[in-house]
């Protein structure tokens, strides 16, 4: 039996806690607040419905963290997180986005922090709750490291929890940050009211975006084509449970950001992605492309308005696809 810590107890931290004690594992899920509340009731307020299983111990003491670290915590919020720990020796991160300020990737964070541990991501079409009931899912964890994955797909892993291995991090941490801004424009189109022929265009020309971004970055573009890239891209921008979806729906029903935002306990990744994934395509050697990307960013900081964003979207040079 292998023992895995989960660190942050929302929705998917939770998720992945009932996932490696069904694989198997001795798991510790560590709460930043109420772990005793969650200690008591089994049942987390980010996933109702969902109980914990006996083999899950709750803590809310850093000290008690050992063996393969689960890292379920918000991009923006990895780094104080993972500066935290001490005598890491394998990471297993879960964070999708790029950091504002650094546009760092998240394993490039991990690298920073935690100089001396193996890390890996874990990333792909996974809604928390599915994963938490047990219904079929399929991910992808990525590292440089071979090792590495293997022991990551050995101990998650199971019948309906299909795991693949990728030697592209980067091109698996690329397909997590911007599903979630192209999400936020698939959003905004249904809510808008324009349309599913308008959606299905936007997706796949978001599809290339990224495709586009993945090479010029050095990720590789038939990763951009997988679970971590099309099939978290599909799912992001169509499924009902999906944050960024729902926020960019209420975008383009005409609801202002502020009140979007105050009115949410979670974090919607792709607000804070949007300006720093543009920003760090901007500083690759390879000019990018990405109009959906700019369009997001400029709706988001209130440079522009969805119609006047559509009609600069509709109004590029005609070309070959």
């Not at 071979?146 to 795991?163: G, N, W, Y």
């Not at 992001?236 to 729902?246: H, L």
């Not at 949007?274 to 988001?300: D, F, G, H, N, Y």
Request: aromatic letters at 2%; a positive charge; one cysteine or more.
């Amino acid at each position: 039996m292998s023992e895995i810590t989960v660190l942050g107890a929302g929705a998917w931290g939770t998720a992945l806690a009932i996932q490696a004690a069904r694989a198997g594992n001795d798991v510790v899920l560590w709460a930043r607040s109420g772990a005793d509340d969650l200690a008591a009731s089994r049942e987390s307020r980010r996933l109702p419905g969902h109980r914990l299983p006996e083999p899950v111990r709750v803590t809310g003491d850093s000290s008690l963290l050992s063996g393969t670290i689960i890292v379920a915590v918000p991009t923006q919020s990895l780094r104080a997180a993972l500066k935290g720990l001490t005598n890491v020796r394998e990471l297993v991160i879960c964070a999708k986005g790029i950091e504002t300020g650094t546009l760092r990737l998240p394993l490039e964070i991990a690298a920073e922090a935690q100089p001396d541990a193996v890390a890996a991501v874990l990333t792909g079409p996974n809604f928390a709750h599915e994963i938490a009931s047990g219904q079929p899912a399929a991910a992808v964890v990525a590292s440089a490291d071979q090792a590495m994955r293997e022991a990551v797909i050995r101990r998650l892993a199971t019948p309906r929890f299909r795991l693949y291995g990728s030697d592209d991090p980067v091109g698996a941490q690329l397909g997590g940050a911007a599903k979630n801004v192209i999400a936020i424009a698939a959003g905004a189109v249904t809510g808008a009211g324009l349309g599913e022929n308008a959606r299905a265009a936007l997706i796949t020309r978001g599809l290339a975006e990224l495709a586009r971004m993945t090479a010029a970055l050095g990720g590789r573009t038939e990763t951009a084509m997988g679970l971590s890239g099309l099939g978290d891209l599909l799912l992001t921008c169509t499924g009902t449970a999906s944050r960024n979806f729902s926020l960019g729906v209420a975008l383009g029903r005409g609801e202002s950001l502020a009140s979007i935002l105050a009115a949410r306990r979670s974090v919607t990744e792709g607000v804070a992605t949007a300006p720093a994934l543009l920003a760090r395509a901007l500083k690759s050697r390879t000019q990018v492309e990405m109009p959906i990307c700019e369009a997001v960013a400029a709706l988001l900081a209130g440079r522009t308005t969805l119609p006047e964003a559509i009609a600069t979207l509709l109004a590029r040079p005609r070309r070959d696809e």
